[in-house]
């Protein structure tokens, strides 16, 4: 059989070498497995940065009965954060810096949603019919935690949903700079310094004076991870039911992201 021609989102050798040992092998006694898991991650990855459907997918590449039970399962076990962690730490030694983070940045971006049932909401702020997703990444702009919610909450309230989520899995963390509009969450925040450790909150707000774009420090690696999601069509618009979904989504993202980044980091 002749081997089809590689797409743009394919993954190379030394990706595939890279997140091979993360992916589970098939367990024994089952029927053979008919389509490779590289390629499944190759269909999925198509799926992610095209932003076409399920049913869509090329004939070339393994069908949606293949690879959406595929992503579902990952979803539902955890595979993805997992291995998404698993590579974040890779990308931050490659970097010269310890696997567990410090500090970071925090931040909220409103997406739209489609006819689709779901969580969904409309944004004070923007009037934005959809979802919000906070999140929060460390210095190198990686992401340490999502969560997708209806739209109609304000950015401290996912803050404070996210908040579990760092004080177990990141014990090293120091220091988080948000903007302005978490000055409101302050009084939780100092409930939750005096139940765990000492962690700074630091708001780095724009001078009143400055006019068109201006890059805060600290706060632009948040919007520049945000800009990562929009080079990856299936994120500008959820079309997900579920929440989840849409949060494995972006770790299924941001492993690609990171993939490429490691090997550059190996080959130069």
């Known amino acids: 059989m002749e081997q089809r021609k590689p797409y743009p989102t394919d993954l190379s050798d030394t990706q595939w070498a ?27 990855l198509d799926v992610v940065r095209s932003g076409g459907a399920w049913r869509m997918l090329p004939h070339d ?23 998404h962690d698993a590579l974040r730490g890779d990308v931050r030694v490659l970097e010269g810096r310890h696997r567990q983070p410090s500090a970071g940045s925090m931040d909220a971006q409103s997406v739209k ?10 944004e004070g702020g923007t009037g ?27 950015d401290r309230d996912g803050a404070r949903s996210l908040l579990c989520v760092l004080r177990h ?18 009084e939780t ?23 068109g774009l201006v890059l805060l420090p600290t706060r632009w690696v948040v919007e520049r991870t945000f800009g990562w999601f929009g080079k990856y069509r299936r994120l500008s618009t959820d079309y997900e039911y579920l929440p989840a979904t849409s949060e494995a989504m972006i770790s299924v993202v941001m492993i690609h992201i990171m ?8 080959l130069f």
């Open 18 to 44: 890279i997140l091979a040992p993360l992916v589970p092998v098939a367990k024994p006694g089952g029927r053979p497995e008919t389509y490779a898991k590289r390629a499944i991650v190759n269909a999925l």
């Open 61 to 83: 590449l393994p069908p949606r009965g293949i690879v959406y039970p595929y992503f579902r399962q990952g979803r539902r076990d955890g595979t993805w954060p997992h291995r």
């Open 113 to 122: 949603t489609t006819e689709r049932g779901g969580v969904k909401g409309v």
């Open 128 to 154: 934005v019919k959809g979802r919000q997703r906070p999140i929060w990444v460390e210095v190198l702009g990686l992401l340490l935690a999502v969560l997708v919610t209806g739209a109609e909450g304000q």
């Open 169 to 186: 899995r990141f014990p090293w963390l120091r220091c988080i700079w948000a903007d302005g509009a978490y000055t409101g969450w302050l």
């Open 189 to 211: 925040w100092g409930t939750w310094r005096r139940s765990s450790r000492r962690v700074r909150l630091e708001i780095v707000k724009r001078s009143d004076h400055a006019k």
């Open 259 to 266: 993939l490429r980044r490691i090997e550059a980091k190996t």
